[in-house]
């Protein structure tokens, strides 16, 4: 269920597009300061908006604070890897009905894939088929020995 802020109720709200680009600095650099991030940042906003984004993104506890120096040091208080897995979760619950079919078709169709990317997909669903072939079978073996 959603709240008002369309978050799911207990979830840490997910980050905005401007939010996403501080953390994708604060992961490849690791813990840095205000002038930090705006230097690593493409477009090179202002150095008070990006103090006020990192401020949300505390509230948000998308960040941490080390006020240990005089310069505050910001790092991400959250993975990446955990960050795209509840993106992607949300799209695809959002747009694509929990079809995660309806949502690589239409990554594949949208944009060329690399010959490269092509084989790590390929690669991947045939880890996810094998991962499934052992998973029914202990559930098989299960079932005979419930049986006897």
């Known amino acids: 269920m959603r709240d008002r802020t369309n978050r799911r109720r207990g979830d840490r709200p997910e980050p905005t597009s401007a939010e996403l680009e501080i953390l994708d600095v604060l992961w490849e650099h690791g813990a ?33 604070r080390d006020e240990s120096e005089r310069k505050h040091r ?12 509840r993106l992607v979760g949300d799209l695809l619950d959002r747009a694509f009905g929990g079809s995660s079919s309806r949502l690589v078709l239409h990554a594949l169709s949208s944009r060329p894939a690399s010959a ?3 084989d790590e997909i390929e690669e991947t669903i045939a880890q996810l088929r094998q991962a499934g072939r052992k998973s029914r079978d202990a559930g098989n073996s299960r079932d005979r020995r419930r049986r006897r």
Request: charged letters at 25%.
């Open 32 to 64: 840095s300061s205000v002038a930090d991030v705006v230097a690593k940042l493409p477009h090179r906003p202002g150095y008070t908006t990006v103090l006020k984004l990192l401020q949300i993104m505390l509230s948000k506890e998308l960040v941490s």
């Open 74 to 85: 910001y790092e991400a208080a959250v993975s990446r890897d955990d960050t795209r897995t």
């Open 116 to 118: 490269h990317e092509l």
